[in-house]
């Protein structure tokens, strides 16, 4: 079906009257969070949500925007994105329901397509994006990348970045492009006690700096643009490195990088909150400073909890120490996984026990625990 606005109305009717279990109280909240329920302090500027690769849609709107519009419908100004034209997985594949998506043969022309003209025309404030050059895996530079290569990543971020500052000029927004998963991706499997070997995190190393580099260039060259551009690192193993000093992103590719910040995707400290502000700081250390961040140029990529295996006790509990211990060190931005769950158990989804619970919306259109829970944090629980 053709593109078009996806309507606030409809998406409110779906949430708000959806069949499923009914939505946690803020009484609720109170009763499981550690301290109290109030609002936390510059949540409201840190927030975002994550929307990608959904099991499950709710309305018939083009799924970009009809995910878009529910994380706008929590009330965050920060949203996170896959704006992605890799052979592993394209942005085509990740929004897939009710969209007649054009053929896109570059990034530019990606985020110049009719979904994303029209979600970063939404009142987001940051636009997290993981991004990937069509014609090659996520992955290809693993066994060595070559000189060419490191010209054409250079090349495909600067002109999305160069894309992006003249498109949104006048907007104020801010756009940071990042990978996913640094960790795993340089290990190329999923074994935590594997190191990853020297010669792929030298490849990894020269990989991010080809793109740092195409960032930077499409600053100098558009000094007056109020679009801000930034890249961003994602690390997302730090307890082996601090537990044994294994070797990882973090310490053997982000300081020959130079990012402008690196992304946390908190999954393996997130529950021990003294844990998860001893990572912050270990990045912040090993990090280069930049501008505007200083030495708090870290933000949190992902946190989350699958809730068809966890308790609400524990959603809640996560939710509230990730973000307070999170804004309280100085994260720019905090960012849950995710509004759809994007793990499914069966196929197709059509009910909440038909995928893990990586959610603010259920497949039954009714709202999950951490919605609740991320709204209060967002502003403070209503005196009766």
């Known amino acids: 079906m053709p593109i078009r606005l996806a309507s606030a109305v409809s998406f409110a009717f779906v949430v708000l009257f959806g069949l499923g279990r009914p939505a946690l109280t803020a009484e609720t909240v109170a009763a499981h969070a550690t301290g109290s329920a109030s609002a936390i302090p510059r949540a409201s500027q840190a927030l975002g949500v994550t929307h990608v690769d959904g099991k499950y849609c709710l309305t018939r709107e083009p799924f970009l925007l009809e995910g878009a519009d529910a994380v706008a419908a929590l009330g965050v100004q920060v949203i996170k994105l896959y704006l992605t034209l890799n052979l592993d997985g394209t942005s085509l594949q990740k929004y897939p329901f009710h969209t007649d998506w ?35 895996s996520a992955g290809y530079w693993l ?37 996913w998963e640094g960790d795993w991706a340089v290990r190329g499997h999923f074994d935590r006690n594997k190191p990853a070997s020297p010669e792929a995190l030298q490849a990894m190393s020269r990989w991010l700096a080809a793109r740092q580099r195409g960032v930077e260039q499409a600053r100098r060259e558009n000094p007056d643009s109020d679009v801000r551009i930034y890249h961003a690192v994602e690390v997302n193993l730090l307890r082996p490195t601090l537990e044994s000093g294994m070797p990882c992103v973090l310490t053997h590719v982000v300081p020959d990088v130079h990012p402008d910040l690196v992304s946390y995707s908190a999954w393996d400290t997130q529950t021990d909150p003294e844990l998860f502000r001893r990572s912050l700081d270990f990045i912040a250390e090993r990090t280069p400073d930049s501008p505007p961040f200083g030495d708090k ?47 499914a158990r069966r196929s197709p989804v059509r009910a909440p026990e038909d995928v893990r619970g990586f959610w603010l919306i259920r497949p039954d259109g009714s709202r999950a625990w951490a919605w609740e829970a991320l709204r209060q944090v967002l502003q403070p629980t209503e005196s009766p």
């Not at 053929?103 to 990937?132: G, H, I, K, N, S």
């Not at 990543?153 to 104020?172: C, D, N, W």
């Not at 870290?298 to 804004?327: A, D, K, M, T």
């Open 102 to 136: 054009p053929p896109c043969r570059t990034l530019e022309e990606l985020a110049d397509a009719p979904p994303f003209r029209e979600v970063f025309r939404r009142p987001f404030r940051v636009f997290v994006l993981t991004v990937y050059r069509p014609g090659v």
């Open 143 to 179: 066994n060595g990348i070559s000189a060419e290569q490191e010209r054409e990543e250079h090349e495909a971020l600067y002109r999305l970045a160069a894309h992006l500052m003249r498109a949104y000029r006048g907007s104020g927004k801010t756009f940071v492009f990042q990978n």
């Open 297 to 343: 140029n870290v933000y949190v990529g992902e946190f989350g909890l699958p809730e068809n295996e966890y308790s609400q006790e524990e959603v809640i509990r996560l939710i509230r120490n990730v973000v307070s211990v999170s804004v309280e060190w100085g994260c720019p931005w905090v960012v849950y996984w995710q509004i759809y769950c994007n793990e």
